[in-house]
């Protein structure tokens, strides 16, 4: 690794100062050596002879000496708990209006979008504009934490909330864009820090280098888009924001903010100075706006903005207003440029185009509209990357859930198709963790930072074994279901479900209008069926030694394995119903009874055939009597019948006696292809008959929330930097449903 040498305490075998990056490498490396193997630490502050810095699974800050020498040893002294103390000391900002520059006390005052109204960026969750206005209360005056990940975690499962030792700031001035919320963060001098960060990033055209996330606690139901399950938040009853590196809602830095710490007679005398020359140069505008500027509703900023306007005239007055005004003009394209979201280079285009201009906002924002109109233009839905070209990329995330697809022979999409996939799974594994030895666990400084990105090897694995899974479920057999199923219908809960079968009416009536009034059909009744959802899950596994023995071989027989398992699971599921004669809710028998009319003990034949043939289509409509003429259309056998099966719908006459013709000849089809083979059934003899579930109601399935398809997750919770829990990668497999009787006359079972 190649390293860019910056000013700092200790230097290398090469007398080159070591980075601040590095030392702070070294001493967690020593600090976490010292502790212990099973140790992580965290290191707060580096100072040019001591560190402070926190053990996982203790809340005491310790501090301790340390010395670096030429071959970079790292020597470290007695570590002494400490507590962080907070000093405030007086500012003397500059002018905090016209924000003229960034200097050693501005930039605590930020504005930011807290969040972005809509779904959330991996989350299945969405922000609707509603409830998060309702609770804006709530947003003013939150608290700002920055945590570690192991704290972010913990946080949850405290009673008493987050530590106030990680407290950063607070948010005020809080309110609807239309867009989402936006607010001022208020830095405390505690988090300098932060407020240097901020600072750097935003000089160095770096906007995006952390953002924010706010955790809420909120009431919400769950809605269905696209056949995947959303939180939707519909009240919110409290609200802490933290700074992330990875937010999740387009929480972000948008702009530094005036300074409020000078001194109040100050701020008063440049508000005087603002007023005075708003009266001399635009005395209409004055005298149109006299309540807002005399009240103090008009601010600062907006004062500016009339001076900018203002015509230069020649007075002895005028260099100090032409100055005024530029400096206003500068101020605006700061703020504007910054919130703009524009790349660097654009940017910086725009600052020279506007240099040493008296700028109207108009004008402003008509260039910056017209960049952004050609930057679309330019990269349509990629991203910018370069100084001196332009061109569209795919964000890295996606090539890597490509390339891993494409290990595992899953269509990828046309835009993904020239990356190539991974050439074993051990490649794979190194390229998104860069854990090169598969030890297991991240090393400071490499690339994986968090347990819980988008990028981590877990997650991606994951995705691709769920779309391998579920390629492969939608082209395995459904073992005959679809001939059974008559309806599908969505479970919200696992609450009882109803299900009403309404009977029939009887033949119209003759009417003559004439003379008589229209005959009352009377109140047709109903039959109630309830049912609850059924629960299928377990847990798959892929472990170090695969990887590490590149066993790609058992990952793609493990997930081939999968889907047929899942749809037999669910098939037998429903055809043990018809099998073991369950109980048909309706009137409390058997689905299958003489009472029904549909059970016979015949061995199939082309008589037991027609027997069962012609029970089916004189089943009769419940209330009205009257015959649903139903047309068998399938026959279930097991295994063993299926020559005999055969016969009786090859066979023009009737098998063993004087030819006479055979009434059932090919009526399971041409090609038998309505005879299937049930692998559930184990008893040689039996068989079963089906009307078309088009004509009459046999079965119903209700899936929890739409889901038809099983469901994939990460079974495992890794703490930062771990990859493996006891060496496995464990994956849940979920499947909710249930199958339940309508009606008994469109089946038919022969026990023989």
Same mark, same amino acid.
């Given at each position: ?98 924000? @003229? ?136 009853m409290s609200v802490d924001i933290d700074v992330v590196y990875r937010p999740t809602n387009d929480g972000k830095m948008l702009r530094m903010t005036a300074a409020t710490n000078e001194p109040k007679e100050k701020q008063e005398m440049k508000r005087e100075q603002l007023v005075a020359a708003v009266k001399t140069n635009r005395p209409e505008l004055y005298l ?13 900023? &907006?004062?500016?903005?009339?001076? @900018?306007? =203002? ?26 440029? #910054? ?34 109109? %050609? ?5 349509? $839905? ?20 490509? *390339?891993?697809?494409? %290990? ?33 666990? =991240? ?6 930072? =968090? *347990? ?46 109803? #299900? ?22 009377? $109140? ?24 590490? +023995? ?15 398992? #899942? ?22 028998? *058997? ?27 004189? &089943? ?84 929890? +929330? ?35 009787? %309508? ?10």
């Open positions: 690794m190649k390293r860019v040498r910056l000013q700092a305490a200790a230097s290398g075998p090469d007398n080159d100062p070591l980075s601040f990056s590095e030392i702070r490498e070294l001493l967690c490396c020593a600090i976490c050596a010292k502790a212990g193997a099973d140790t992580e630490c965290y290191v707060i502050d580096v100072y040019p002879a001591s560190v402070v810095y926190q053990l996982s699974g203790d809340e005491t800050l310790y501090q301790c000496s340390y010395s670096i020498d030429a071959v970079e040893a790292v020597t470290l002294g007695e570590a002494a708990p400490v507590e962080r103390e907070v000093t405030y000391v007086p500012l003397q900002a500059a002018s905090g209006q016209l924000l @003229a520059a960034v200097d050693g006390d501005s930039g605590f005052r930020w504005r930011i979008q807290i969040c972005k109204y809509g779904q959330a960026v991996g989350q299945p969750i969405i922000w609707p504009r509603e409830p998060l206005v309702a609770a804006i209360p709530l947003y003013e005056g939150a608290r700002v934490f920055c945590l570690n990940d192991t704290q972010h975690v913990a946080a949850k499962d405290r009673p008493m909330g987050k530590s106030v030792r990680e407290i950063v700031g607070w948010v005020e001035n809080v309110c609807d864009t239309g867009t989402g919320l936006e607010g001022d963060f208020v830095i405390l001098q505690s988090a300098k820090w932060l407020r240097d960060m901020a600072v750097d990033s935003f000089e160095h055209g770096k906007t995006d280098l952390f953002g924010f996330s706010h955790d809420v606690q909120a009431n919400a139901k769950i809605q269905m888009i696209a056949g995947k399950s959303f939180k939707v938040p519909t009240e919110i149109a706006n006299q309540d807002a500027i005399d009240g103090g509703s008009m601010t600062d900023e &907006q004062l500016l903005n009339l001076l @900018a306007a =203002a015509p230069v005239m020649a007075d002895a007055g005028a260099e100090t207003l032409k100055q005024m005004q530029l400096l206003a003009a500068q101020a605006l394209v700061r703020e504007t440029l #910054a919130a703009c979201g524009l790349p660097e280079p654009v940017q910086a285009k725009l600052r020279m185009q506007f240099t040493g201009q008296i700028v109207t906002e108009t004008t402003l924002q008509a260039a910056v509209k017209a960049e952004k109109e %050609m930057v679309d233009q330019l990269t349509a $839905t990629g991203v910018i990357h370069g100084v001196g070209q332009i061109r569209v990329v795919r964000e890295s995330g996606e090539k890597l859930q490509a *390339a891993m697809d494409g %290990m595992l022979n899953v269509t990828v999409s046309d835009s993904m198709r020239d990356v190539q996939p991974f050439t074993s799974l051990r490649a794979a594994y190194t390229e998104l963790t860069g854990d090169t030895d598969v030890r297991g666990f =991240a090393e400071p400084g490499q690339r994986l930072q =968090a *347990a819980f990105d988008s990028s981590t090897f877990s997650f991606v694995l994951g995705n691709a074994l769920y779309r391998r899974m579920i390629n492969d479920y939608r082209e395995t057999t459904d073992f005959g279901l679809s001939r059974i199923v008559s309806n599908v219908r969505n479970a919200r809960d696992f609450r009882p479900l109803q #299900a009403i079968r309404i009977q029939y009416f009887g033949d119209i009536p003759d009417i003559t209008p004439e003379t008589d009034d229209y005959t009352d059909l009377g $109140t047709v009744t109903d039959e109630k069926v309830e049912y609850s959802l059924n629960q299928k899950g377990g847990i798959i596994t892929i472990t170090r030694k695969m990887i590490i +023995n590149d066993d790609l071989t058992a990952v793609n027989r493990i997930v081939s394995r999968l889907p047929r398992a #899942a749809r037999r699971t669910k098939a037998k599921r429903a055809w043990n119903k018809f099998i073991n004669n369950d109980t048909y809710k309706g009137d409390s028998t *058997a689905i299958f009874t003489a009472g029904h009319n549909n059970l016979g003990s015949a061995a199939y034949s082309i008589t037991s055939a027609v027997a069962a043939r012609a029970a089916i289509a004189k &089943q009769t409509e419940p209330g009205s009597g009257e015959r649903l003429y139903l047309r068998p259309q399938t026959l279930a056998i097991p295994t063993d019948l299926w020559d005999t099966a055969v016969q009786v719908n090859q066979t023009r006459g009737v098998p063993g006696s004087a030819n006479l013709g055979n009434s059932m000849f090919q009526y399971f089809g041409i090609n038998n292809e309505n005879i299937i083979e049930i692998p559930f059934m184990t008893d040689v003899n039996d068989w079963l008959m089906f009307a078309d579930p088009k004509d009459v109601e046999m079965l119903e399935v209700a899936y929890l +929330n739409g889901q038809q398809e099983p469901e994939m997750f990460v079974a495992d919770n890794p703490q930062i930097g771990q990859f493996f829990v006891a060496d496995k990668l464990q994956y849940k497999i979920r499947d909710e449903y249930e199958f339940e009787f %309508m009606d008994f006359r469109g089946a038919y079972k022969a026990v023989v």
